[in-house]
């Protein structure tokens, strides 16, 4: 998502991408490791599609060259790795709370952090920099510091409508989970479609059901596939517009779209990306292109709302479209 790689921009850091892992989609530990320079400040993982990232190997990293932690969990909440929330897994966690999202207060998000220094900072830059905190008791501070902040602040009513969401979460992710079970069963008929795979000790969140798809098993493109089955549903009511709940891949590379092409981030002069030689060539992260050009099949047909027969009806045009496979041939 857009907004992982530009959080780096907004502070005037150059974004440097690593490739992802084949099964689970986040950052390959390998990939991290060979991208790192003396000038690295941070590695910014994504849990991505709702599996927490490679905990174990990625922090070791960031231990080891020195670098902040931060976990983009906008699509994780309540997932976990090892008894421990996602979210929790490095230095700071961060979720949204946009309409999309497991649980929503129309917008807004969450940050957390046990660095009590970090959550300092982040309370100056969502307020201005201003320093508004002393009266509360959380900071000593009651002068400006010497910061840029903005106005990243959430409304009291949409806080207290996330207070309330939250106590749904469990039973949201809950029909999540079960909807999510009962598609892969069935769609385990289909042998061109190949389930999702989840990282040993992780429970997944499920805010895209990624499946992969095996070309050479159904002997077609998976597009031409995929376009047959769109073919046969009908657009999920009240998103009309956006067609088919099932996309070929997921977005575009984002290092492939024209921010990260024509290096035009602020201004005219190619700020920050020319205090560096760095280039995103197509090819940069072959994993990457790989999953959204050939393999990768995502769909949302598992969101709680969904019902039985809405999902047999998906199972169906997938079925059909396979025993049909010949004419499409
Ligand atoms: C992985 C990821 N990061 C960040 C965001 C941005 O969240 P928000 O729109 O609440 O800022 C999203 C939202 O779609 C997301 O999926």
Known sequence: MSASATAALVYG?????????????????RSIESK??????????????GQPYDRDAINAIAAKHNLYLIEDTAQAPGAMLGGQYAGT???????????????????????????????????????????????????????????????????????????????????LLAQRLENTAYLN???????CILPTKIREGAKHAFYVHPLQFDAEIAQMHRNRFIDAIKAELPPTLL??????????GYVKPLYLQPLYQEKIAFGRDGFPFTLSDVTYPKGLCPVTETMHYERLVTHEFMRPGMSRSDMDDVIHAFEKVWENRDELL
């Open 13 to 29: 850091a150059i974004p440097i991408f690593a490739d992802i892992e084949e099964e689970y989609y986040c950052l390959d530990p």
């Open 36 to 49: 790192i320079t003396p000038r690295t400040k941070a590695i910014i993982v994504v849990d991505i599609f």
């Open 89 to 171: 897994l490095g230095d700071i966690g961060v979720y949204s709370l946009n309409y999309h999202k497991h649980i929503h207060s129309g917008e807004g998000g969450i940050i957390v952090t046990d660095d009590d220094a970090l959550a300092e900072k982040l309370r100056l830059i969502r307020n201005h920099a201003e320093a508004v905190l002393s009266a509360k008791g959380i900071s000593d501070k009651s002068e400006l510091v010497n910061m840029v902040g903005f106005n990243y602040r959430m409304t009291e009513i949409e806080a207290a409508i996330a207070r309330e969401q939250l106590k749904k979460l469990p039973t």
């Open 185 to 191: 069963e069935k769609l385990a008929q289909v042998p």
């Open 239 to 248: 998103r009309e517009e956006s067609t088919v709940l099932l996309s070929y």
